[in-house]
């Protein structure tokens, strides 16, 4: 379920805090045996004489092999395949193959559907309110399938799963059970009880069908769970489809590197979790890619900038899918408007992070874990979203070649963008450029400046080279669009010729801090922090990579000091290439050569503490520029 977001309200430190979530849905994998009536299965309570858990990346199988020995003697041995169906998304299944090796007896195995789950899987979180569903319905319908309903709080997306439960011996034939049904609210099972055999195979194969309110094309979602699981193939036929389903993907996505196996491991893994996260099935939903997919509460499933690091990946190999997102963005047009009216600007301010409209998600106060207290959070700062989604469209567009999207869905979204960031600029007329305060970097770690009541930073030289090369990119697609489109839109907005050459100008004249000779201050005034003790820190502490949570344990700020939490400056050199940034900063009238780019690099290596898996990223894609080995 994409997009299954739901808000609720907490008081903390004394003011109601809302925040919107990714709401955990009921749970579908309840499956488990019991031998002899004694206790149901419990991992920790037996002896494991074997455990292998493998992710069949090809074929998107979860494969579980177990043998387990229990505190009668008794030996078992445990298989279970478990698949997500990618060629049916509202169908998931797990096969269960359970083997006494040295006991005959009476099994019972129970399937449920528990939708008395609530959000609970981030430990920092867990002071916030988390009981997103009411239990609307759960029980056993006639057609001896069991089912659960269940609508989220304040959303009202309601959801329902239903699930059906099949028993065969190692033939395929099914083996005659009885069966007592349970419900009580928000909870429905089955438990099956049928004679073991020492040496006889079990299998069980659970299908389920989940659907929600926010699929088309359906009368309820309850009748169409219902409807779907009752209809399904067997275990096999939908592991069928599924593999075809797969096939396809990595014929169009796999990426394929003359390097060790285990490389070549690391790189499908990753590309199979985009892929759970974003595929052919998401091109009809809409939504976005958030920070950490939809495989967790991490994040609140919210979608930051990440997608600036993804798209480039999906243009090459499933376009369509990069329209289908990009238009995420531009369906929450509206809402980026009255953001930046609301800040006292024009055009469209998207914010830090989206949910369900595409208001700011971004909570106004974190937890450090640390040192437990609850601080102001001023992440929203980060204005350098509109920058990414404005990169994304023109990336987009050169890819593709579509000018179809570019006409009526990307000049607007990029226009407006360009016309907040005309609003929150000022012209210093002592430098005779353009200056944009009041931001925070991608860095993370910089907020404010070190007892200052100034709101964020001025001129953080990752927001204004990217605002240059918006404005330039914007004259370009004015000129680019047919005089029917171009009159269409300048009437739709507004736009006048004067504001067109407000861009160009500050294409041209953008300020750039730099410091030491040649490196690009990454806001002003970073040159006249403190130096950190890394070596120190790195002893006392060994991870170091949240050094923001650490010095305000130790009552200091990570204001006070040159260091990153991730790359900044570096993200310049990580999205464009040599010859392109030298362009760009020419544009501007600032020169820089190779020996710049890196020391630079250099510079800004040596001053982060990668708190963020982006920054390796950037990281080691920026260093190979100059050190291909």
């Given at each position: ?271 199979f979790h985009l892929l759970q996260t974003a595929s052919r099935n998401t091109v009809d939903l809409d939504v976005g ?341």
């Amino acid at each position: 379920m994409a997009g299954g977001y739901n808000r609720l309200t907490t008081e903390i430190v004394g003011r109601p805090i809302e925040n919107e979530d990714l709401v955990n849905l009921p749970n579908w994998l309840c499956l488990t045996f019991r031998i002899d009536g004694g206790d149901w299965f419990d991992l920790s309570k037996v002896e494991i004489l074997s455990y292998r858990q493998e992710l069949n990346v090809r074929e998107g199988i979860l494969v579980r092999t177990l043998r387990v020995i229990d505190d009668k003697g008794r030996e078992t041995k445990i298989h279970s395949r478990r698949i997500v169906n990618m060629a049916k998304p509202h169908l998931a299944a797990i096969e269960m193959t359970i083997t006494p090796k040295n006991w005959s007896g009476r099994l019972d195995i129970r399937s449920a559907l528990d939708a008395t789950v609530i959000n609970s899987g981030v430990a920092r979180y867990r002071a916030l309110a988390s009981d997103h569903l009411i239990r609307q319905d759960a029980g056993v319908g006639d057609d001896g399938n069991s089912f659960v309903l269940v609508e989220t709080v304040q959303s009202g997306l309601k959801v329902a799963e239903a699930a059906r439960t099949r028993i065969f011996d190692d033939a395929r034939v099914a083996i005659k059970t009885t069966v007592e049904n349970t419900a009580r609210e928000g909870y429905a099972a089955q438990t099956y009880s049928l004679d073991a055999t020492d040496g006889q195979a079990v299998v069980i194969e659970k299908t389920v069908a989940l659907y929600t309110s926010r699929d088309r094309a359906i009368s309820h979602p309850l009748i169409e769970a219902v409807n779907a699981v009752g209809l399904a193939g067997d275990f096999a036929e939908l592991l069928r489809g599924h593999e075809v389903a797969w096939k396809q993907l990595w014929r169009r996505c796999d990426v394929v590197l003359d390097q060790r196996q285990r490389v070549q491991m690391i790189l499908r893994v990753h590309i199979f979790h985009l892929l759970q996260t974003a595929s052919r099935n998401t091109v009809d939903l809409d939504v976005g890619i958030p920070a950490r997919g939809w495989h967790g509460e991490a994040y609140r499933g919210h979608i930051f900038w990440d997608e600036l690091y993804i798209f480039p990946f999906l243009n090459y190999n499933i376009p369509e899918l990069t329209h289908s997102l990009l238009r995420y963005r531009y369906r929450r047009l509206d809402e980026a408007r009255a953001g930046a009216v609301e800040a006292g600007f024009k055009g469209a301010m998207f914010p830090w992070q989206s949910g369900t409209n595409g208001r700011e998600e971004t909570q106004s106060v974190h937890l450090n874990p640390k040192s437990g207290r609850w601080l102001p959070d001023l992440s929203r700062n980060q204005r350098h979203v509109n920058i990414a989604i404005s990169y994304n469209v023109y990336q987009y567009w050169q890819t593709t070649g579509n000018d179809g999207f570019m006409s009526i869905f990307g000049a607007e979204l990029l226009f407006e963008i360009c016309r907040f960031w005309a609003s929150i600029a000022h012209f210093n007329e002592d430098r005779d450029r353009y200056e944009i305060h009041g931001v925070m970097g991608p860095d993370e770690y910089h907020e404010e400046y070190p007892g200052s009541d100034e709101v964020g930073l001025r001129n953080n030289a990752y927001t204004n080279v990217m605002v240059a090369w918006c404005m330039d990119i914007a004259c370009k697609v004015v000129d680019s669009l047919l005089p029917y489109r171009r009159e269409e839109l300048c009437e739709t907005l507004e736009l006048t010729d004067d504001e067109i050459s407000i861009w160009t100008d500050m294409s041209r004249k953008l300020y750039v801090p730099f410091h030491d000779d040649g490196i690009i201050s990454q806001f002003e005034g970073y040159g006249d922090l403190k130096e950190f003790d890394w070596e120190g820190y790195r002893e006392k502490y060994g991870n170091i990579a949240r050094l923001d949570r650490i010095l305000e344990a130790e009552g200091d700020s990570a204001n006070n000091y040159k260091l990153s939490k991730q790359a900044d400056v570096l993200m310049l050199f990580y999205l464009f290439s040599e010859d392109e940034l030298a362009r760009i900063l020419d544009h501007l009238g600032y020169k820089l050569d190779s020996a710049d780019i890196r020391k630079n690099i250099d510079y800004y290596s040596a001053r982060t503490s990668h708190g963020s898996t982006l920054s390796t990223l950037v990281q080691s894609a920026v260093t190979s520029r100059y050190d291909r080995d």
